[in-house]
């Protein structure tokens, strides 16, 4: 049996409806046939780019608690003169509050997006909400793929998360650790050649090759290091090669070059045909200049959602320009702390955003105008296509692509 709409790799050139994406991911947990990896013929960073990636898309997602107060110190009912008090507990008293508060944005195959903000800001709370980690009914917004509403089945089959602690057995090399992970999380009908060699292709892919048959350890024997032990985490969780992975803080407590090597290994996994989301507390210039998106959270709010390299204009024109020699995440973090300690807070950062969000969008949409007049002009002058293959290009140029 075949699974080639399923995987990322497979499905290039093909734009696959949810429901053949569910049909094909039914398949994938039938017994009967093999996983969709079986097809992904290793190594896959040879694949031509696909014609239709896969997108994530998030919109207006507000998320709120309810934070029950629980202690009230009421005069004791023994007599008003007593300075004795009796402690209230469990308090109907309930107030809400909001942890996530209408965010959007879009994180695409191919591409590493990664969410940053101060401690508290909403950081995990967004990748758990993306990730089916929250509850529904309190998680309000839509997180579609691909324009269609995403199903809760299908996000546990298509993606892995990969949270901060990391519990592997110390006495297992990396290369046993990643095959008791394909043992347990692959289709027991798939080969044992076929688990080793998926294992072989996550070594080299998550670059674990030298530490390959090194001992994970821990605090009594020595192992691994931190940042390759993270790797090995990373691997567990996505021998099955999800089309999205959520990371918490994958580089959180790691040196940083360790952290570098860790965020590298994501973008190739990103680069391979996934959609790789994940937190981040504060970047080095090296790991940003590997970063395709970001989002920067301010107490639940968007205030920032662009690429790294939009940074410069983007903070120019709200009137803070980033000094050429300035580290532009550390920048950006620095001066939405220093607004969060005004009386007005990040408010004025947090509207200048949205204005900026539907500017661009405004200019995305006459780009693509601009587009389509083009193309009806060329379909005018050449009704009958391109001479050779009778083929326009699908989008605008007016040379032919066959
Ligand atoms: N169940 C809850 N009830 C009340 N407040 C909560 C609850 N869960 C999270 N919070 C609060 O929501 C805010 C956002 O938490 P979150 O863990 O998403 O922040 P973060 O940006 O990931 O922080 P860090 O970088 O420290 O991990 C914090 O102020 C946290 O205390």
Redesign the pocket.
């Known amino acids: 049996m075949e699974l080639k709409e399923f995987s990322p790799r497979i499905r290039r050139g093909v734009n696959p409806t949810l429901g053949e994406l569910l049909k094909s991911v039914g398949d994938a947990q039938s017994p009967d046939h093999d996983h969709h990896i079986l097809e992904l013929g290793f190594p896959c960073s040879s694949v031509p780019p696909s014609s239709y990636p896969f997108v994530l898309s998030f919109t207006n997602l507000t998320y709120s608690?309810k934070?029950r107060l629980k202690v009230n110190l009421i005069p004791s009912c023994f007599g008003a003169n007593s300075n004795t008090a009796e402690v209230k507990l469990g308090s109907s008293n309930a107030n809400t509050?909001v942890?996530l508060n209408g965010i959007s944005g879009e994180a695409r195959e191919g591409e590493l997006m990664a969410v940053l903000?101060?401690?508290?800001?909403?950081?995990?709370?967004?990748i758990?909400a993306l990730a089916d980690r929250i509850s529904k009914d309190s998680l309000k917004g839509s997180i579609t793929l691909n324009g269609e509403a995403l199903d809760s089945r299908l996000l546990k089959v298509i993606s892995a998360y990969v949270m901060q602690d990391d519990l592997l057995f110390p006495m297992l090399t990396v290369e046993e650790t990643l095959m008791f992970s394909a043992e347990f999380r692959l289709p027991r009908s798939l080969s044992k050649s076929k688990k080793k060699a998926r294992v072989q292709a996550l070594i080299d892919q998550l670059g674990l090759r030298n530490a390959a048959t090194t001992v994970i350890g821990d605090e009594g024997h020595r192992g691994v290091s931190g940042g390759e032990r993270r790797r090995v985490s990373i691997g567990i969780d996505i021998i099955h090669d999800p089309i999205v992975l959520f990371l918490?803080?994958p580089t959180s407590g790691l040196d940083s070059t360790s952290a570098f090597m860790v965020v590298k290994v994501l973008q190739r996994i990103a680069q391979s045909g996934s959609i790789v989301v994940m937190?981040i507390?504060q970047p080095s210039y090296r790991i940003l200049s590997l970063l395709d998106r970001l989002i920067f959270?301010s107490h639940?709010q968007t205030v920032y959602g662009g690429s790294p390299a939009n940074l410069p204009v983007f903070f120019r024109e709200f009137g803070h320009p980033i000094p050429e020699t300035e580290n532009r995440t550390e920048f950006a973090l620095d001066l939405i702390r220093e607004l969060e300690e005004t009386p007005g807070g990040t408010k004025s950062l947090v509207e200048f955003n949205k204005s900026w969000q539907l500017n661009k969008n405004q200019q995305r949409q006459e780009g693509r105008s601009k587009q389509l007049d083009q193309l009806h002009h060329q379909a005018k002058a050449f009704p009958q296509g391109c001479n050779k293959c009778k083929h326009f290009k699908r989008q605008t140029s007016l040379r032919c692509t066959k």
């Open positions: 608690v934070v509050k942890l903000g101060a401690s508290g800001s909403g950081k995990s709370t967004l758990d918490d803080e937190s507390h959270l639940g």
